[in-house]
């Protein structure tokens, strides 16, 4: 088919065409194709019926200058396309291209604008999902649907149509530089019209001159032309036919065909893929229009496009190397290419398409369910979590948001609901019943009306739950076929099965070992026994059994705090809240009930806690046992808040007594001088859960110790600092972090209570904590001993030191002298690892200080020069830069610590 | 993702305000604001670490074990 002279083939098609194209005139007849003679005895003579003049009369039969709105069939399609996608856009990429691509249309295939058809069309993309969204949604907006006409009015080029009813069918779109390439060909070819209107005739090997040779009042039906154009697109390889009768042909008014053509192309492609069309009837109309009324000049259609395509020879290709004529590989290239852009194409596009459909299918759904029955649900599902006791089975967001609440409130921010504005439980029943809404929210909408929803849902719920009670009172019981007696059905609703289906029995089990144990424990370890009697240290096992009991007996507790009632009132209380005396009564029973109950659950944990064992029973020690795992070093801090004044001391001095039994201490992780990373994977795993868990004693047990320490008087102090010196190998000890910070508690609670002593305490002022002169005595004996003791060792303690024993020997106890302090450093240490072991040695450094502090003058010079070399070394290595800056200012701030204290500065040192 | 609304006791969950975490696998999902999931198909449940307090949770749970045994 042809239009206007226009070569619209497929290149596919050309290629024959091409080869042909020279011999033209003779291979014609040769062709394997239909040749049509007019003029035999089955031609009808209507073509010679045809006025050849006829132009005159287009503008009545076309219409001129004003196009009515009837034209605009694409405001009729367009509202049963429903959908607009792909074909929208290939039509109106390629118009608005149309109109520039009078200059452009030579490019080469590997066009800068579109390398591929993807990229081509890829900004539009987005707009028509857009659109489509739009139309999607059952208004089609009529006013869009023309959006295109504006191109095709007259002024444009030929080219445009053919671009636009070239891209159009839908199983082989016509690209863009197809089309150039096809109107570059046409260009290259013998400069006639004729040829190019022969080669366009052939592209579509439509048997349009048949059709076209007809007289213009039977042109063919648009099912013919629709067969015609699927028969063609089918038979896409084979050479297309060259129609002979062209003369006739181009004889024709050209206002027939291309309109009916056109119409019945965009009547295939409307039935051919319904998406892709919207455009398409719109502008062939406005275009025949335009082509049917030739011009003054009376050129023809191919004459306009000739003039054209010489307007097109004055600009070169932009990209040169433009393949004119005669290049068969690349176009052969160009087709495959072509080829998969196009199946690229389709694929995305089906793709899309099925997405589309399955969004629309589901938007189906889409409010079935109103609000209201949402709010249904969400109420079925609450009904549910209404219990008996909402702040005990909604322990964890009751206490979670309480905790929240206040951290909320201690940063300032404003707290949505809170125990002042809200409760966080909704009763729904006569007897506590009622469910947990303990959530914080801290962005508080418009109150009122939260509340007011509030009230609706606590009345629905109840509603609800009454429902299902009386329900369940009238449990239907029926005769199941074939059972014997009456069964009762529950539904699965109203007694789901349990997730977790542990018989009770087994857990009874459990609890009778558990039992069994801790007695086994009390009763063997009681004070029944002599002392001295030696057991077995407890297994983990135990431990663990034990620490889950403590923890129950903790969660006891502290339920009981929170439900701990007023203190008896006081007789001016009574007074002011115009209480009876029964009242009064009432409450102090109550409340010494409570502390009765209390105290008996705090003496239950006491005695769990194993403390008064005798020191010797086991080593390690039960209690301290208790301690080895991360679970008893969290237990700690809340054992202790609910024991009395000397229980806690007792722990204490246990703790003291037991220090180096502790798991964290006996099994400290030791520091190792080589990275990590040459230790083996157990090793390392070790190495990590050690230092794991001496994490969690540091920041658990040790607060806690240095809030007991802090209650101390320096007579205790002293009492404890010597009880360690006797008992343990103190150097030992110290190398262990937990070491350093238990012996720099003591000693700067010490420091503190001297501090205190010093000052003259004012007059009239209670200070039961100023320590006199023979506790200051006590202390400073206990301190000169054990300082007398340790000096020597002193060095071993630094963590840098034991690493680099470490690597030479196989322990660190084997070390002696200072000689190894000024082993260099040992290269390959992680810079990362080398600063946490700086940082470890900063800790060993400010104990070190306090120990100066308190050491008297002829111990300190001799706390020097056994440091000497380690501070030599420290500060030589932080001068000369041996370490990184980092790491340098490090150590040196850590001298300085020491060294300032007496008064000395690493700047003194050389 | 969402604002968890409600679970119930076959730990079917109601989401407000969804987010969809995989747009390429669930598209379908993208134009849904809230959603009721059986809880027999929820295979994890993701929260945010800040917002659990684990040592609270670990007492919870003792104390649900500790009143069921009763």
């Given at each position: 088919m042809s239009f206007f002279g226009f070569d619209a083939t497929l290149p596919e098609r050309r290629r024959g065409l091409d080869d042909d194209l020279d011999a033209f005139g003779d291979k014609a007849g040769a062709e394997d194709i239909a040749v049509y003679t007019w003029g035999t005895e089955d031609y009808d003579g209507l073509g010679d019926q045809l006025q050849e003049q006829g132009d005159d009369a287009n503008d009545m039969t076309f219409g001129g200058g004003d196009i009515g709105t009837d034209f605009k069939f694409a405001q009729q399609t367009a509202q049963y396309a429903g959908m607009d996608s792909r074909g929208y856009q290939q039509n109106q990429a390629p118009t608005s291209y149309g109109s520039k691509s009078k200059l452009k249309p030579t490019k080469p295939v590997s066009d800068l604008f579109a390398s591929t058809e993807a990229d081509f069309f890829g900004a539009p993309k987005k707009s028509s999902r857009l659109r489509q969204k739009e139309t999607s949604s059952r208004n089609i907006p009529t006013t869009s649907s023309f959006h295109s006409s504006g191109n095709s009015t007259p002024t444009n080029s030929t080219l445009n149509v053919i671009a636009q009813q070239a891209t159009n069918p839908a199983p082989a779109y016509k690209t863009l530089e197809e089309i150039e390439a096809e109107a570059r060909a046409a260009y290259a070819r013998p400069n006639s019209g004729f040829t190019a209107s022969a080669v366009d005739q052939g592209s579509y090997g439509m048997q349009a001159p048949v059709s076209a040779g007809q007289p213009g009042d039977r042109p063919m039906t648009l099912e013919e032309i629709e067969r015609e154009m699927m028969s063609n697109l089918t038979k896409s390889a084979s050479p297309a036919p060259v129609p002979a009768t062209l003369t006739r042909q181009m004889q024709q008014p050209q206002h027939e065909m291309p309109s009916g053509l056109s119409q019945g192309y965009a009547q295939h492609l409307y039935k051919g893929q319904p998406q892709a069309q919207i455009q398409s009837p719109v502008v062939p109309p406005a275009n025949v229009q335009q082509q049917a009324r030739p011009p003054a000049s009376d050129l023809t259609g191919i004459e306009l496009l000739q003039k054209q395509l010489g307007n097109l020879a004055m600009f070169p290709p932009l990209g040169s190397a433009a393949p004119a004529k005669g290049q068969p590989k690349s176009e052969e290239q160009m087709d495959r290419e072509l080829e998969a852009r196009i199946r690229e194409t389709e694929m995305a596009e089906m793709k899309r398409m099925r997405k589309a459909n399955k969004i629309a299918s589901m938007s189906r759904y889409n409010d079935v369910m109103t609000g209201g029955d949402k709010e249904f649900i969400t109420r079925i599902q609450l009904s549910q979590l209404v219990t008996q006791d909402p702040y005990t089975s909604d322990f964890y967001a009751q206490v979670h948001s309480a905790i929240t609440r206040a951290r909320l409130a201690a940063v300032g921010q404003p707290v949505g609901r809170g125990p002042a504005d809200g409760p966080t439980v909704l009763q729904v029943g006569p007897d506590g019943r009622g469910l947990g809404v303990g959530v914080v929210r801290s962005t508080g909408g418009p109150k009122r009306l939260k509340e007011t929803a509030m009230q609706r849902m606590t009345v629905q719920v109840k509603r609800i739950v009454e429902n299902a009670q009386k329900r369940a009172t009238a449990a239907p019981s029926a005769t199941l076929q074939g059972a014997l007696g009456k069964n009762k059905f529950r539904s699965s609703a109203t007694a789901p099965r349990p997730t977790l289906a542990v018989s009770a029995s087994s857990k009874n089990l459990q609890s009778s070992t558990a039992s069994t144990i801790a007695n086994l424990l009390q009763g063997s370890g009681g004070s029944t026994r002599p002392n001295g009697d030696r057991k077995q240290p407890l297994t983990e096992k135990q431990v663990l059994f034990r620490l889950e009991q403590l923890y129950e007996l903790i969660l006891d507790l502290e339920q009981m705090r929170r439900d701990?009632?007023?203190?008896?009132?006081t007789e001016a209380q009574k007074v002011h809240f115009g209480m009876t005396d029964e009242e009064a009564e009432e409450k102090r029973i109550q409340a010494e009930q409570w502390s009765s109950q209390y105290e008996g659950a705090v003496e239950a944990m006491w005695q769990a806690l194993l403390v008064q064992e005798p020191l010797e029973v086991s080593d390690p020690h039960p209690f301290i046992s208790l301690l080895s795992v991360q679970k008893g070093h969290k237990l700690f801090g809340r054992l202790i808040r609910h024991l009395s004044h000397q229980q806690c001391l007792t722990v204490l001095i246990l703790l003291l007594a037991c220090f180096p039994q502790l798991d964290v201490v006996r099994n400290a992780p030791m520091p190792t001088l080589a990275s990590s990373s040459m230790l083996g994977p157990y090793e390392r795993a070790n190495h990590k859960r050690a230092e794991a868990r001496t994490e969690t004693f540091l920041s658990s047990v040790i607060p806690v110790v240095v809030q007991l320490v802090g209650r101390l008087e320096l007579k205790m102090v002293a009492g404890m600092v010597s009880l360690c010196s006797e008992r343990w190998e103190v150097a030992k000890v110290l190398a262990t972090r937990p070491g350093v910070a238990l012996f720099t508690i003591l000693f700067s609670r010490a420091e503190m209570l001297k501090h205190i002593a010093a000052v003259p305490v004012p007059e009239g002022q209670p200070a039961p904590m100023v320590p006199s002169q023979a506790e200051l005595d006590q202390w400073n004996l206990a301190s000169a001993n054990l300082l007398r003791n340790l000096i020597p060792k002193l060095p071993s303690v630094f963590p840098s030191t034991q690493a680099q024993a470490a690597a030479f020997g196989p322990g660190i106890y084997l070390l002696g002298g200072n000689g190894q302090n000024a082993a260099s450093e040992i290269g390959s240490k992680d810079e990362k690892e080398g600063m946490q072991m700086d940082l470890k040695d900063g800790e060993v450094w400010g104990l070190i200080a306090s120990f100066g502090l308190q050491a008297p003058p002829d111990e300190q010079t001799l706390l020097v020069s056994s440091l000497r070399d380690k501070i030599l070394h420290t500060v030589h290595s932080a001068k000369k830069g041996w370490v990184s800056a980092p790491r340098g200012e490090l150590r040196l701030r850590n001298v300085n610590l020491f060294l300032n204290g007496l008064g000395l500065s690493a700047d003194m040192i050389d | 993702m969402g604002t968890l609304k409600s679970v119930d006791q076959f730990l079917n969950i109601r989401l407000d305000n969804i987010k969809v975490s995989d747009p390429d696998r669930f598209p379908h999902m993208m134009a849904i604001k809230n959603c009721f999931i059986r809880g027999s198909v929820v295979r994890y449940v993701q929260m945010p670490t800040g917002a659990v307090d684990t040592q609270l949770l670990e007492d919870a749970t003792r104390r649900e074990a500790k009143d069921n045994k009763k």
């Open positions: 701990q009632p007023p203190p008896a009132p | -």
